[in-house]
């Protein structure tokens, strides 16, 4: 089974509105990552975050890190429409052995 | 719940020769992506597919590399005289209602 599961599996926000998603793992990381499903070329990466970070900011997005708790979270401030898509997380094994997606969360950003 | 499958899970390689990397997407999507992850960097978008052609590719795709899908339920990423930094994680996913990605392939080139 994937390691990296995602809640809520569907989201849906009015725009301007912020917008939390959960990913959560089962065995050590190395890195966690954080991507984008668009179409015609599918993923698009959005932050990578290491064992030993906490937090990363990237322009509206905020991924924080618990290793303690073994999850991740990734918020989107002030959504925008064109926020609409999936998004995945995806662990990288502390021995590189294993990157594994989670199922994903579908966010719909409504106008 | 169906499952995009790849086949061989792990695959060493030596430099110059060719490989096939398989994988079965899910029986009634119509978008089929390859992608590559390197050890400790993000996934990179290969190629699409869509309607027995590719759709798009990134710069990665050179004419080294080539996709198929020769029966209808296969969808198949050739790579020609592999080289040492062919080595990476390649992951196969198809799109319907979903995007479902399969567990992917190490390849290993020496």
């Known amino acids: 089974s994937q390691q990296g599961e995602e809640d809520p599996q569907a989201l849906s926000i009015q725009e301007g509105e912020n917008a939390t998603m959960n990913c959560s793992y089962k065995t050590s990381i190395n890195n966690l990552q954080w991507y984008r499903q668009n179409s015609g070329r599918g993923l698009v990466h959005l932050i990578l975050?290491?064992?030993?970070?906490r937090e990363k900011h990237s322009g509206r997005l905020r991924v924080t890190l618990d290793t303690s708790k073994k999850s991740s979270s990734l918020l989107i401030t002030a959504s925008r429409a064109a926020d609409t898509a999936s998004y995945f997380c995806a662990t990288e094994d502390n021995y590189g052995q294993n990157f594994v997606f989670g199922p994903g969360t579908r966010l719909s950003v409504l106008p | 719940e169906p499952e995009v499958t790849q086949t061989p899970s792990h695959q060493v390689t030596q430099m110059g020769q060719e490989v096939i990397l398989r994988c079965v997407p899910i029986?009634?999507?119509?978008?089929f992506y390859w992608y590559r992850q390197i050890l400790g960097q993000k996934v990179e978008f290969l190629v699409s597919f869509y309607n027995n052609e590719i759709s798009e590719k990134s710069e990665i795709f050179d004419d080294q590399f080539s996709v198929e899908r020769p029966d209808g339920s296969n969808f198949t990423l050739k790579i020609r005289s592999t080289k040492l930094e062919d080595s990476a994680m390649y992951f196969c996913?198809?799109?319907?209602?979903?995007?479902?990605f399969g567990s992917g392939t190490r390849l290993t080139v020496v």
């Open positions: 029986s009634n999507h119509l978008y």
């Open positions: 996913a198809s799109m319907g209602d979903g995007y479902t």
């Open positions: 975050i290491r064992s030993n970070e």
